[in-house]
């Protein structure tokens, strides 16, 4: 089992992420042999090989499908973070801002919308890689960067530090952008389609049966959890 630092899914061995897994082994009498944390990158590169059977929070985008059985479990938005140094508030702004260095975390994906923002300001060297989910958040606080797209799930602890509220806003500069889904991600070097279908058929029924949601209650107000089940598991 290969999880990766990520807000309340997953945070020093807790998490949303953990408790959805080794509910779905429970029911399916299948112990986890271990449980390991990786940087997202390397996450995916050993689902990939084989090395790893099992990820999550994992979008299901066609060159993953390639290498994982890939079932969706919620949906999230990205939205933009701006310290308040950064004066622009429009992405046609955003880029020519003198202030605006924008951190990254190098494998996690975005909609075409966002990817061209990303583009415009990598072609500007406006773009800073983060290491992991910790690092963005570190970057952000100390002013190394001032800007950058994440979850609610993810950054919700983070603003709720004292000062932070203060030095940084929220903003959602792309309306039109739809949410982006989040699965458990099965290794096909390690999974046959008929076994992964089985944690695929365990998963729609703890939608079904309200232990999905249960589990989002234990770390997420309920007004996050019903945007992250606004879509059905099917």
């Keep these: 089992m290969g999880f990766y630092e990520y807000g309340l899914a997953y945070h020093d061995g807790r998490g949303y992420d953990v408790d959805l897994i080794r509910e779905i082994a429970r029911r399916l009498h299948c112990p986890i042999a271990s449980e390991s944390v990786f940087p997202w990158i390397r996450t995916l590169k050993l689902l990939q090989i084989g090395e790893i059977d099992i990820a999550t929070s994992a979008t299901p985008t066609p060159d993953r499908l390639q290498y994982a059985w890939i079932y969706t479990y919620k949906h999230s938005k990205s939205m933009v973070l701006l310290r308040t140094e950064v004066q622009a508030r429009t992405l046609t702004a955003l880029p020519s801002d003198p202030k605006l260095r924008w951190g990254v975390i190098r494998g996690w994906k975005f909609s075409p919308m966002q990817d061209q923002l990303l583009a415009e300001l990598a072609k500007r060297n406006k ?25 609610p799930t993810s950054y919700d ?78």
């Excluded at 773009?127 to 979850?151: F, Q, R, S």
């Design 157 to 234: 602890d983070w603003l709720q530090a004292p000062g932070i509220r203060k030095q940084v806003v929220v903003l959602d500069l792309f309306p039109d952008v739809e949410a982006t889904a989040g699965g458990v991600a099965l290794s096909k070097k390690r999974f046959p389609e008929s076994a992964a279908e089985l944690w695929h058929a365990e998963l729609k029924k703890m939608y079904r049966d309200g232990s999905l949601r249960e589990i989002f209650r234990r770390f997420l107000s309920e007004e996050t959890t019903d945007y992250l089940l606004r879509a059905p598991v099917l």
């Design 127 to 151: 773009v800073v890689t983060a290491i992991d989910e910790n690092d963005l958040y570190k970057m952000l606080t100390t002013g190394v960067i001032t800007g950058a797209l994440a979850h």
